[in-house]
Each structure stands twice: as structure tokens, then as C-alpha cells.
């Protein structure tokens, strides 16, 4: 049996087979980049947008002492890797709402007496408000900002200036002149982190789902040559193309509303703003992903091809989306990339209405970055399916 084997391995019809196909290959240049683009970009996105590192957090101060020792807390927070300063603010009102606009990810609020009591060698208490929707965020962020003022409480008794107060009857030796910090969970109290998750995996199913599905309903009715039958009956193009996106819009819409009913019932999310607002979010998305699928189907020549595709594509979208993980947690060169993503608008629209009851208001620039996503696909879908029935 081995004889034969290696009369097979090493025989002349076998060499030449190997060599027609590695030459098929070489002349295929677009599988050959499918093979070796697609895993070393997925990789590398991979690996650096879902890293569960948290760093350059924004944090927006409210400083009503205004003295020297506010001053040198605030130097030292920011100091760190972990924070970098967002901006003063005058009150814990404009605090909370440059919170809920996702202009910080987290604040603090040193009140008035705060120098006066560190100089008396009192405890001195600092509110410090977090952004919660993503509890693993909010836990890292809190865990960093106790481990810098453990360490600045540290220095103050190496300085001196916990010194105790002289009483009546002998020294006070009770714990004075440190800062405590009191943090506050915004959004999310409970800490509970498949809220997040939930959220971003809703917008992911919405837009892959809808690309999929079209493209493989698109590919599959060229193969089976129907699109000819279509271009013999007296319909126009646009009711030929209103005529295969309803069925599958109205299908992916009840994927949606059965969505939302897993989000509510099963993972307990809130709904504190409009269910109609996310609906209407909801909508773009299936419609910029049947354009996504139906431009993926006009560009590929079989199923398999249609597929390797959407593996290229579908990725980086989730990657890249803040879906899964914090945009804050990406590097400073991958951030901006997410702005082009529609599944990161369309997050950002769910968790801001669902856990903050966010409204047009505060949400408008992620409402119009997705409509013009939607615009967008749909235009060029409908071009390339022209093209394609021509």
C-alpha cells in the first residue's frame, strides 16, 4: 500500500497534474488575493480593534474649588495614560450631558470645600461619573482612576499634609486628608455588560444578515436564469427592483421586531427613549444591506465567489463597528475609520436611545451619517442592477 502511494506521490501524471493546477491558480489573481489579503487584514484589524484595553479616556472636570490642590488632583489624573482632559465645565448638569452627547467618556466633580478640608487634614470626597453602557469600560475606568488616587493619597502622606488635627485631649488619629473617591454609573447602574453587547450584535444582524441573504437570493435567480424571464414581461426596471426588495425587506423586518423582543424579554434592556426612533434606525440598516448584498451579488459570478465576497467585507464591518467592543479601546489610527461604518452609527443610535433615552436631538449626526450610508448603497445597487439587466 505504501509502494502505491509513492508511486502516486512521485509518478510523471501526477507531477503534471499538480503543475496544471498550481498554473490555474497563478492565472486566477483574484483567488489568489482572497487567499492572502483577507486573513492578513482581518488579523490585523482583529487584533487591534477588539482589544479589551481602555485608554486616553476623555474626562470633563467640574472644579468648584478652584485652588491649588483641585488644580494638582485634576494634573494628576490626566497625567496619566488612562485619562486625558476633555474640558472644564461649570456645573455637574453640562457635565452629565457632554456624557450623554458622547463627548466624555467619564467626569469628575471636585466640590468647594474640597481644599479647605484637605488642608484641615479631612477626607476630602470627589464624585467621579462614568459612563456605564459598556460595563467592562466603566469598570477599567474606575479601577484606573482608584489606582491613581491611591497612589496620589501616597504622596500626600509622604508630603505631609495629612497631618493630624491637635485636639483637646491628644492627636487625632482617625484617617484625614484623603481623597475618596465616589464613583456614579451612568445608564447602567447594575453594571450589566450584555446590555452592550446585545445592542451592537442587534445592529451586526441587521446589516450582515440583510447583505447575505440578498446576495445569496441575487446570485441564486441569475444562476437559475430567471432574471431572464424578468427582462421578457412588460415590468420596468424600478418595479422589477421594488418587486425583489419588498419580500426581503418585510421578512428582515420581522427579524427586527423579533430582535427588539429578545433585547427586551430575554437581556431585560431598558427602552427609556422612542421605540419608534430605533425602528426608523433599524429600517436604514436592512435597506443599506440589501443595497450591500444586491451590489456583492452584481459583482460576482457564482455563489462561492459572492461569499468570499462577503467574507472580505463583512469583517472589517464588525471590527470596525464599536459593536462589540469600545471605539476608545482602538487605536488613536482606527478610530476615525468607524465613522464610515454604518453598524457603528446604528449602535450608537440603539444604546443612546434604548439606555440613555436620547432623542433627534442629541443623536442627529449619527441619524444623518446613516441616511446618507442608505442613499448611498441603494443608489449604487440600483445602478449596478441596471447595468446588469442591460
Given amino acids: 500500500m505504501l509502494k502505491t502511494l509513492q508511486r502516486l506521490l512521485v509518478g510523471h ?6 503543475g496544471k493546477e498550481f498554473d490555474q491558480i497563478r492565472r486566477d489573481r483574484r483567488l489568489v488575493l482572497s487567499l492572502i489579503v483577507p486573513p492578513v487584514l482581518q488579523l490585523t484589524l482583529f ?11 476623555r474626562l470633563g472636570v467640574v472644579d468648584e474649588s478652584k485652588t491649588p490642590e483641585s488644580r494638582e488632583l485634576v494634573a494628576t489624573l490626566t497625567e496619566s495614560r488612562s485619562f486625558r482632559l476633555g474640558g472644564y465645565y461649570a456645573s455637574a ?3 452629565g450631558d457632554a456624557i450623554s452627547r458622547a463627548k466624555l467618556d467619564a467626569g469628575v466633580v471636585v466640590p468647594y470645600h474640597y481644599g479647605r478640608d484637605l488642608r484641615r487634614g479631612s477626607p476630602a470626597t470627589v464624585q467621579f461619573l462614568l459612563n456605564a453602557m459598556n460595563a467592562n469600560t466603566a469598570t477599567i475606568g474606575q479601577a484606573y482612576a482608584e489606582g491613581v488616587i491611591q497612589s496620589y493619597n501616597q504622596q500626600l502622606r509622604g508630603a505631609g499634609v495629612q497631618a493630624s ?18 464613583p456614579a454609573f451612568l445608564y447602567n447602574p ?8 446585545a445592542t451592537g450584535v442587534f445592529g451586526l444582524l441587521l446589516i450582515l444578515n440583510s447583505s447575505l441573504v440578498s446576495s445569496a437570493a441575487m446570485v441564486k435567480e441569475r444562476e437559475a436564469g430567471t432574471i431572464e424571464q424578468l427582462l421578457m414581461s412588460p415590468a420596468s426596471t424600478a418595479e422589477i427592483i421594488i418587486a425583489k426588495i419588498t419580500p426581503l425587506f418585510v421578512l428582515l423586518s420581522l427579524m427586527m421586531l423579533l430582535a427588539l423582543a429578545v433585547l427586551k424579554l430575554v437581556f431585560r434592556v431598558p427602552f427609556h427613549g422612542s421605540l419608534l426612533f430605533v425602528l426608523f434606525g433599524g ?9 450591500l448584498g444586491t451590489v456583492i451579488a452584481t459583482l460576482s459570478k457564482s455563489a462561492q465567489q459572492a461569499q468570499l465576497t462577503a467574507f472580505f467585507i463583512n469583517p472589517p464591518l464588525s471590527s470596525l463597528s464599536g459593536a462589540l467592543n469600545p471605539v476608545e479601546a482602538m487605536p488613536g489610527w482606527l478610530q476615525p475609520l468607524t465613522v464610515l461604518n454604518p453598524i457603528h452609527h ?8 434604548m439606555l440613555k433615552g436620547s432623542g433627534l436631538a442629541t443623536l442627529w449626526p449619527n441619524v444623518l451619517a446613516l441616511l446618507i450610508f442608505t442613499l ?4 449604487l445597487s440600483i445602478w449596478r442592477f441596471r447595468k446588469q439587466l442591460s
Avoid: K, M
Wanted: charged share 15%.
Fill in 283 to 291: 429600517v436604514l440598516c436592512i435597506l443599506s444591506g440589501i443595497s
Fill in 165 to 182: 488635627v491637635e485636639r483637646a485631649d491628644g492627636p487625632d488619629t482617625s484617617p484625614r486628608g484623603q481623597v475618596h473617591l465616589v
Fill in 190 to 197: 447594575g453594571l450589566v455588560d450584555s446590555w452592550f453587547v
Fill in 47 to 57: 487584533g487591534f480593534a477588539l482589544s479589551a484595553s481602555v485608554s486616553n479616556l
Fill in 13 to 18: 501524471r501526477v507531477r503534471a497534474l499538480i
Fill in 376 to 379: 448611498v448603497l441603494v443608489s
Fill in 346 to 353: 446604528f449602535a450608537t443610535i440603539a444604546r443612546g436611545s
Fill in 93 to 95: 448638569e453640562q457635565l
